[in-house]
């Protein structure tokens, strides 16, 4: 099934995790690689004692936290009737990890993985109805972490950012800027073995040395730049983010997967291109006019998203055991 377009599902309501009516939020932890991961449980307002219910991991776009884009679909999820997980990747909020603030794919794809394993162990949840969603960067993340994975039954992919080699390329000042970039990772790796991590913030509307300069949605407080966001980027991670193939995971990606996306949001080339990889059950929606950042947090845009997302785990767990 491919559809191009999905139409209005009515007007919707911006909720916040803190004001969500009848969503309970429980703080919980794991471990991986010897790390404590700190998330998220968001459970719906009628949740029962003893149920079990369908899961779903969120993960979020690069440098976030759980309590940005990834802890609003969760919530979403749990509004739906899903057991939602939001966590922090480790080095980033309020979990562990020497290194921080570093954006490894590798790194955040086995976290993924670990959170899974953890979810299928929670007894609220029906450990043969685990699904994720992946938002913005992490889109590549997740595909790979539910490919061949028996705790994934399906996987959707909102405002996913998918690259390889030539987006990266065209984005980063062609070959030579990303060069310059993957050198500077390079020294800044160096320095992180010699006890001198080297960061930058990541977004501001001032510092043009930021990451993130002047970018909506990271440098307005009434949005992403919250108080537990770190705001801060390892230079480390140009070389594992730059030379990373998200659009390659389509080629192991073995689950039923549903895309939600925009032509007008960022690099839809490379989400067409993981999308003629992929094999088996694909869908995709495009929405007309959508920004990378309206998917984030713009009430009537995440309500479509997270309706289309529910419906598909719905189907898929139908068919499940």
């Known amino acids: 099934m491919r559809l191009s377009t999905l139409s209005a599902i009515g007007a919707a309501l911006l909720h916040s995790t803190a004001f969500a009516a009848g ?3 429980r703080p919980v932890s794991f471990q991986n690689d010897g790390v404590t991961l ?29 309590e940005q884009m990834s802890g609003l679909y969760a919530e979403e999820m749990a509004e739906r009737g899903f057991i939602a997980l939001a966590f922090d990747f480790r080095g980033w909020g309020q979990s562990g990890g020497n290194i921080r603030f570093k954006e490894d794919p590798a790194a955040k794809t086995d976290d993924i993985v670990a959170a899974a394993n953890f979810m299928a162990t929670l007894p609220e949840i029906d450990a043969g109805k685990i699904a994720g969603l992946g938002i913005c960067a992490s889109a590549g993340y997740m595909a ?26 065209r984005i980063y000042g062609g070959a030579d800027g990303v060069s310059r970039l993957i050198a500077t990772s390079r020294e800044a790796e160096e320095a992180e073995r010699n006890g001198q991590p080297r ?18 949605y990271y440098t307005e407080p009434t949005r992403g730049l919250i108080p ?25 990606l073995d689950k039923p997967t549903l895309i939600v ?3 007008a949001a960022a690099v839809p080339q490379g989400t067409h291109a993981f999308l003629a990889r992929l094999h088996g059950d694909a869908s995709e929606i495009w929405l007309d006019g959508v920004t990378q950042f309206d998917f984030y947090d713009n009430p009537q845009h995440v309500t479509r998203a997270a309706d289309a997302v529910a419906a598909h785990f719905e189907r898929i767990n139908r068919g499940s055991r």
Do not use: C
Not at 43 to 65: H, M, N, Q
Not at 149 to 157: E, G, R
Not at 201 to 214: E, F, G, I, P, R
Not at 236 to 252: F, I, M, N
């Open 23 to 25: 969503i309970e939020t």
């Open 199 to 216: 960061m930058i913030v990541a977004a501001s509307a001032n510092d043009s040395t930021a990451l993130m300069y002047q970018i909506p």
């Open 228 to 252: 537990q966001y770190d705001n801060k980027f390892n230079l480390g991670s140009w070389e594992p983010w730059l030379t990373y193939d998200s659009v390659a995971t389509g080629d192991r």
């Open 38 to 66: 700190a998330g998220m449980l968001h459970l719906p307002a009628d949740y029962k004692p003893g149920e079990k219910r369908p899961g779903v991991l969120v993960t979020g776009a690069w440098t976030s936290i759980k």
């Open 261 to 263: 996306h925009s032509e």
């Open 144 to 169: 790979a972490a539910a490919s061949g994975n028996p705790d994934f039954t399906a996987i959707s992919l909102v405002a996913p950012w998918l690259h390889d080699k030539a987006i990266v390329e």
